[in-house]
């Protein structure tokens, strides 16, 4: 199956058919729901947790409760199953966790350990920790920001506090070494914000914290070489020790709670350029210094524990309870013979989760898939368009899109049968569907025309 793949110009988009295969609109509807796991990390805050794209789960690691911990835990979606790994860091607490897609492992720098601050760098690959000797690294710190970017392969970790000052410096770990970053502009003096990577517009989103004398509520964006500073016309109130994560599905950023002298629990959702508070039918209670990881493969943003002055240990989920988005959409799918092959034709809007499309052929009970590209994610409400040409003609074939996941899930639209080029209207008359017949009626036409000025 010789294909080729084509991103076709959005000029074009016009003259493709109106086959749409599924639509964009969304009006979805949200809540908050406790669950009852059989067993569960003891209560806690200022906890490190990542989700582990390779495994489908969620790992936590350490927290401050009567005293520093060190235990490791994995959340499968139903139930909390603490481990034993061979080795792990020390009991400490700030800390935060990203998970490196590309090398699936989880990062986790620095901490509080009670009797002091470090700066350690470890790594969580699924089964065991490793510490990490980088030959450059940032200062002792805890209460950070750091995600980890999947469109410059880096960790990127900003600010936090050394139990005297606050920082405002950018770090990049690339696996091997941290770097520090100089960009022209930068958010103040901070500890405590929310940090979280936007995957749909490679995006890294900031908000909030403490500056050393007074809680914020600013927006800032990175994006791998500079931050921005936003003006959003509405926002969150100013706080600290707060959580954000993205959802790819809904391509919206979550916040809930924090503190501001007092612990919060309201729900907030960023969409790259202004914040809408969630009125949801319930919520988790008033807390801080908890953490919120998207599971990809559940489609839920869990949190557990927190503070609220009282140390907690409740899991929760948010979710699209009504009209949720399904991921991945293909428009105006269409199969057009050619003089090149049959060319196939769609426009696709999908999450950063959707890792590729397969055109499928079936002719005579016979299937033929190809994989040509990775395909770069558009966001949901920009769709792109693209064109794959299989100049193996097979009669009766009939073709499918089909979108794979990260998570190993697939979604196929069609099935659609190749159609000659679409009529032209020239005076009225319609020419061929065939290039043959076209080529005819074109030759035609001139002719007509010369022998009309030769009078």
Same mark, same amino acid.
């Not at 990260?406 to 008359?429: H, K, M, N, W, Y």
């Given at each position: 199956m010789n294909m080729m793949l084509r991103v076709a110009p959005r000029t074009a988009l016009a003259l493709w058919g109106a086959v749409l295969v599924s639509g964009l609109a969304r009006a979805d509807t949200t809540d908050w729901t406790q669950l009852t796991p059989t067993s569960a990390p003891t209560t806690r805050y200022a906890y490190g947790m990542a989700y582990q794209l390779s495994s489908g789960k969620t790992v936590l690691f350490g927290?401050?409760?009567?005293?520093?911990?060190? =235990? !490791?835990?994995? $959340? *499968?979606? #139903? /139930? %909390?199953? &603490?481990?034993? +790994?061979? @080795?792990?860091?020390?009991?400490?607490?700030?800390?935060?966790?990203?998970?490196?897609?590309?090398?699936?492992?989880?990062?986790?720098?620095?901490?509080?350990?009670?009797?002091?601050?470090?700066?350690e760098t470890w790594e969580w690959n699924g089964t065991n920790w490793k510490s990490l000797n980088p030959t450059s690294e940032p200062s002792l710190r805890y209460a950070y920001g750091m995600v980890y970017d999947r469109s410059h392969n880096q960790t990127y970790l900003y600010c936090g506090y050394d139990g005297t000052s606050h920082f405002? =410096? !950018?770090?990049? $770990? *690339?696996? #091997? /070494? %941290?770097? &520090?970053?100089? +960009?022209? @502009?930068?958010?103040?003096?901070?500890?405590?914000?929310?940090?979280a990577y936007d995957s749909s517009r490679g995006i890294s989103v900031l908000f909030g914290g403490y500056n050393g004398s007074s809680n914020v509520n600013d927006t800032w964006e990175w994006n791998g070489t500079d931050w921005t500073t936003l003006s959003p016309a509405s926002k969150p109130t100013t706080r600290q020790r707060?959580?954000?994560?993205?959802?790819?599905?809904?391509?919206?950023?979550?916040?809930?709670?924090?503190?501001h002298g007092n612990?919060?629990?309201?729900?907030?959702?960023?969409?790259?350029?202004?914040?809408?508070?969630?009125?949801?039918?319930? @919520?988790?209670s008033t807390r801080s210094y908890h953490k919120l990881v998207y599971d990809t493969a559940n489609s839920k943003t869990y949190t557990f524990g927190g503070t609220d002055g009282?140390?907690?240990?409740?899991?929760?989920?948010?979710?699209?309870?009504?009209?949720?988005?399904?991921?991945?959409?293909?428009?105006?799918?269409?199969?057009?013979?050619?003089?090149?092959?049959?060319?196939?034709?769609?426009?696709?809007?999908?999450s950063p989760d959707t890792i590729g499309f397969d055109v499928i052929r079936s002719a005579?009970?016979?299937?033929?898939?190809?994989?040509?590209?990775?395909?770069?994610?558009?966001?949901?409400?920009?769709?792109?368009?693209?064109?794959?040409?299989?100049?193996e003609i097979a009669e009766s074939a009939s073709y499918w899109?089909?979108?794979?996941?990260?998570?190993?899930?697939?979604?196929?639209?069609?099935?659609?049968?190749?159609?000659?080029?679409?009529?032209?209207?020239?005076?009225?008359?319609t020419l061929g569907r065939t290039s043959g017949s076209l080529m005819l009626s074109l030759l035609a036409a001139m002719a007509l025309v010369r022998s009309r000025r030769r009078r």
């Open positions: 927290g401050n409760n009567t005293s520093r911990q060190s =235990d !490791t835990w994995e $959340w *499968n979606g #139903t /139930d %909390w199953v &603490s481990l034993s +790994p061979g @080795s792990k860091p020390s009991a400490r607490y700030g800390v935060v966790m990203a998970y490196d897609t590309s090398r699936q492992v989880s990062v986790l720098f620095g901490g509080n350990t009670g009797s002091g601050t470090v700066a405002n =410096d !950018t770090w990049s $770990w *690339n696996g #091997t /070494d %941290w770097t &520090s970053l100089n +960009p022209t @502009s930068r958010p103040g003096v901070r500890r405590a914000p929310g940090m707060v959580p954000l994560a993205y959802d790819p599905k809904r391509k919206l950023t979550v916040l809930h709670g924090g503190e612990a919060l629990n309201d729900t907030w959702e960023w969409n790259g350029s202004n914040w809408s508070s969630i009125a949801t039918g319930s @919520s988790p009282t140390n907690l240990g409740q899991t929760w989920y948010y979710s699209c309870t009504s009209g949720c988005a399904t991921g991945v959409e293909v428009f105006d799918l269409e199969a057009l013979r050619t003089a090149e092959g049959v060319a196939i034709r769609f426009r696709a809007g999908y005579a009970g016979d299937e033929q898939r190809r994989n040509p590209a990775r395909l770069p994610g558009p966001a949901l409400t920009e769709p792109t368009s693209y064109e794959w040409v299989d100049r899109v089909e979108a794979h996941h990260l998570d190993g899930t697939s979604r196929r639209f069609g099935p659609v049968r190749p159609r000659a080029v679409a009529p032209l209207q020239l005076g009225g008359c």
